[in-house]
């Protein structure tokens, strides 16, 4: 109680602090005359009086200094006198205080640009009210794929919990506009339940939001519209609520208009209820297409929440064994669920690279500190032999570190904010969810704010210390000359050997990544052919219920294409090249039977008669499906070479008999068996991986309402997509074409993230390597020139410019080994900490680790010939009276 | 780390030392006090024990003025001088009744402890 109000008393007294001074001298002036009137009262003359009161009274000046020193906060005072004079000195060296910030600001700018991108994937949550009470529920087995909930399970939930504010459900999936005068158009959208918007806090900026009445069965039809589309469809027009439109071919009412960033759980830009999701009503309870969440209800405890939907789906397991035997119901933190954890290794492997570039620069900006005090050598020692304390110099040489990492951290935050845009457009717009948000948040200053005041410590509270050692008598007997002590050469020595040290680890990486692309495939040219052009076409269920009419619509579209004298081959496919498609499980006539723990699974893609001849590719062995293929009698398959090499190494493939198990991992009671004709080359289902292993079905098997069109074209491409879309809406005007694109668009659309994730490795590298480089060359230079003294005396007495050089590389190469060794046991201990983990972050590779000591070896031996030749070169004379 | 450089002297908060003691005890027993006498009858009661540089009692009231433990007014001294008076508070007398004690303990304490020794 007494501190904070002796604070606040002298809080208020620096504020007053002019009429405090008067009342002192005021009360000084009393008190001197009363005592010099007791004097004269003794009989004193006035004058001795005077004297005896002010010997009396002590040191008026020392009291006032007392006084103020009780009076205002000390600290503060203290404080703003050394930042005051830190800003005025460093004013006057604007060449170091220039260099210092932009290589501190632009080691802390990374830092937190990385830190920036950390937070956003990991940290921040998703932008839904009070996230962490929101809970995502799927369904486990004890094999197979994480899936979703199915109808039935979802609708038992819902009735049974007690814990819940609510619980949603949707099923994203296209929807096809058309039937309102434009053109139809392909949107991502999704099914959902009524009350999906409220519980993430979603308000509809135009007519109203989806009530229950809407999500029941007979429900007439309605959608909401993002504002997006919204915008750029009906031009903002509210006269759009109430709007009738088909959507996937069946009436619908526009009812609403969502905020832009309601797309969760995704992309999805138009909402229908979940109950006009086609097939909802017949929804077996192992079709587990939904995706569900919850909000857990206010006052109950989220644990609880995750135990009552796990007991409920326990008691579903038993009361439905038939499909949900073995079966349990997780439910999981939503923020979990769809972002990363900032302890996986590789946010923990690109936070570390941010700490090396913060420490490179720091590295740097220590050595510019020590060079500096070695300047400012003459200076210290003038201040501590006037009775500066060596506290006061250390506190001093601080306060200008502080100044210089607080302009360094709003430097930093302006690199960092760059950093982030460019980062930004390097993603392709719509590859992201929207809630991928990289601005800056308090949690990001906060990083920001530490990681600026933590460098104050490492670059100059080192060189403060060594400073204030300075022994006063040396440095003033000759004039600040040669006060290169041991000690500060070897610290100098420290802080480059730590720089080569880091960069070692960060070229390491750099030099690997640039190494690995992965191997070759035959197949890999088909992404380099502009001529082959896929793009998707969806058949609503509304309009094309049955497979035999989604059938007729493929072999109408196909036969059509193949009329055109422009198109060289077409052909459907259920995945794209580079789409995943479904994993099955997998048997093979004649193998060993597997169980649960060795079953064996492979890709599965239904493709049409001429889809290899349409990628320019042809099969190896055996043949091609023909029309007949598919058909009761006719089952068969035809594989690619990984699944021969991998499942039949060294048998013959064409003739075996497989069999696939059902989509959902459940094993089928009989076997369908397929016979394998013909082998194919590899094709990449998924990118940056080795090829997978694929059987092709024929499309008739399994007619999907969704598929790829493969065209190879001799058209440009807009023209091919042109004439397709023609055709297509020849047969169905409201069928739109969408997602049409060449091979090697699909392949640098694929490749997004790999691109931009080693883009920003290497562009961390470069930053890193070049401050690490810069900072090299100039501690060496400068290292070397400060020697010219020495130099001089050298070469007076019969040194020869030879001996010179050769002295200084000796010096630097034995800084440099330090360096390298330290490097190569950091960039080991690097891949032990890393190297677990989905990405492989590892590098001990010795070619890449020689051209990376190769290169820093080269700017080491420049960074010392060069001055070194320069200093032998003067003459003696200049030299050794050159202060 | 701040505290160490900035020097901030921990023990002048700590309670204090023997002139604030009497400063407060003179003011409880003489009532409002300029500063000169005080430091008079600071000196009257030491009776040439104690060379007192009579500067020093004002950063000693401003601390105490600052605690709370004593006020100040201006007022006019005996012979028409304008003067600053300084009197106790009831929190000053309770603290001096916590230092008197305190006080007495401690020599007590070093009493015996020296009475032991010899």
Redesign the interface.
Known sequence: M??I??AL??LLDLVLSGRRER??E???R??L???A??YVAAGMTPNEARAAARR?????E??KE??R???GL??AD??GQDVRFAIRLLGRNRGFALTAILVLGLGIGVNNMLFTILNTHTLRGLPIPASRRVLFLSTVADRGPERGLSFPDYRDIVLAVRHYRGIAAFRPGPMAIAGDGHAAERLDGAFVTANTFDLIGTQPILGRGLSTSDDEPGAAGVALLGRTVWETRYGADPAVIGRAVTINGAAVTLIGVMPDRSGFPGTATIWMPLWQAPGLAAAKRDARTLQVFGRVADGARVDDAIAEVAGIADRLATEHADTNRNTRVRAVPINSRFLGSASDPVWRAFMTVGFIVVLISCANVANLMLDRSLLRARELAIRASVGGTR?RL??QL?VEGAVIAASAAATGLLFGIVGIRAFRSAIPGDALPYWFDYSVDWRVLAALIGVSALTVFVFALVPAIQASRTDVVAVLKDGGRSNTPGRRRILASTFLAAQLALAVVLLAHFAVNLRSGGPGLASDGIFDDPDIITATITLPAATFPTPASRSAFYDTLLGRLRGVPAFAGAAFASTAPLSPGESRTLTIDGTPATDEKTRQTTLESGITAGYFQALGLGVLQGRDFGDADGRPGLESAIVNEEFARKFLAGESVVGRRLSLGSPDGTPTAAPTWLTIVGVSPSIRQRRGRDPDAVVYLPLTSSVPGSAALIVRSDLDTAGAVAAIRQLVQAIDPGLPVYRARTLPQVRHDAEWNGRVSSGLFNFLTFIAVALATVGLYAAAAHGVSRERHEIGIRMALGARPRQIVARMLRRLVVQAALGFGAGVILTALWDRTFSSGSVDIRSTDLVPLAIVVAILLAVLILAAIVPSRRASRIDPLVAIRTE | MVAFLWSIDMSKEVPYGTLDLMVLKTLAGMGSLHGYGIARRIEQAAAGALELNQGTIYPALLRLEQKGWISSAWGTSDNNRRARFYAITRSGRRQLTRETALWERTVSMVNRLLGDAS
């Open positions: 007494t501190s109000r002796t008393s002298r009342r002192l005021e009360e000084i009393g008190h005359d009363l005592l009137e007791q009396a009274f002590g040191g008026v020392q009291m007392a006084y020193d009780q009076r000390p600290i203290a404080i506290r250390v506190r601080l």
